[in-house]
């Protein structure tokens, strides 16, 4: 059954900015992580943002770090993912994860334990 359903993929011109949202349906599910990952063609899935429920400690990769922000609303059990800047190199699928990874496999795609389906951003250049 579906447990992470993502939204607010689509197209955009570089330097344009673009907002994911991900919403845990299984609202009893308290995972320690929300987090980001992406998958280019024939590239393998890679880390791009991370947020503890408990604290708020948020993680990026090199790559997104100060153009993409990641954030949380417990109430709606939603996470978010802005984006902006966006550049041609960013263009992926882009995956919705929930997991309790310990911290120092926060950005390990294998520590988590749900996925969301996958929605695709294209940035043309």
């Known amino acids: 059954q579906v447990q992470l359903v993502e939204s607010g993929g689509g197209s955009v011109q570089a330097g344009g900015s673009l907002k994911l949202s991900c919403t845990n349906s299984q609202r009893s599910a308290n995972w320690r992580n929300m987090a980001w990952f992406r998958q280019a063609p024939e590239k393998e899935r890679e880390f791009v943002a991370a947020?503890?429920?408990?604290?708020?400690?948020?993680f990026y990769s090199t790559s997104v770090k100060g153009r993409f922000t990641v954030s949380l609303d417990k109430t709606k059990d939603t996470v978010y993912l802005q984006m902006n800047d966006l550049k041609p190199e960013d263009t992926a699928v882009y995956y919705c994860?929930?997991?309790?990874?310990?911290?120092?496999?926060?950005?390990?795609?294998?520590?988590?334990?749900?996925w969301g389906q996958g929605t695709q951003v294209t940035v043309s250049s």
């Open positions: 947020i503890r429920r408990s604290g708020g400690d948020t």
């Open positions: 994860a929930a997991g309790n990874p310990i911290l120092s496999a926060t950005m390990t795609a294998g520590t988590y334990r749900v």
